[in-house]
Nanobody
Framework: QVQLVESGGGLVQAGGSLRLSCVASGSMFIVDTMGWYRQVPGKQRDLVADITTSGSTNYAGSVKGRFTISRDNAKNTVYLQMSSMKAEDTAVYYC?????????????WGQGTQVTVSS
């Protein structure tokens, strides 16, 4: 089993910044792509950004230029630096990791962290 533990959510004013972190832990696993998704009540969970082990990144159009995803492969940790935040960034943010363990690839999710942007 692999656990993803997120931290860094909270309340921020519009125009402000926030940094999310997510650590993957467990035994005998390999982490491939890691990413962040977000979800608001009544809507589907959408990709915010993801990053491969080699550092290739992918961003949703709505956050491009404002958010930066990065990772530390040695620590199995992914970060999301959010800047110039807007009210529409308010959501529960979930960490995701593609993990190879016990001879198969699996998707793991964090428990979610609330981000609220006040206007």
């Amino acid at each position: 089993q692999v656990q993803l533990v997120e931290s860094g959510g909270g309340l921020v004013q519009a125009g402000g910044s926030l940094r999310l972190s997510c650590v993957a832990s467990g035994s005998m696993f390999i982490v491939d792509t890691m990413g962040w998704y977000r979800q608001v009540p009544g809507k589907q969970r959408d990709l915010v950004a993801d990053i491969t082990t080699s550092g290739s990144t992918n961003y949703a159009g709505s956050v491009k230029g404002r958010f930066t995803i990065s990772r530390d492969n040695a620590k199995n940790t992914v970060y999301l630096q959010m800047s110039s935040m807007k009210a529409e960034d308010t959501a529960v943010y979930y960490c995701n990791a593609k993990v190879f363990q016990t001879l198969r690839w699996r998707d793991y999710w964090g428990q979610g962290t609330q981000v609220t942007v006040s206007s």
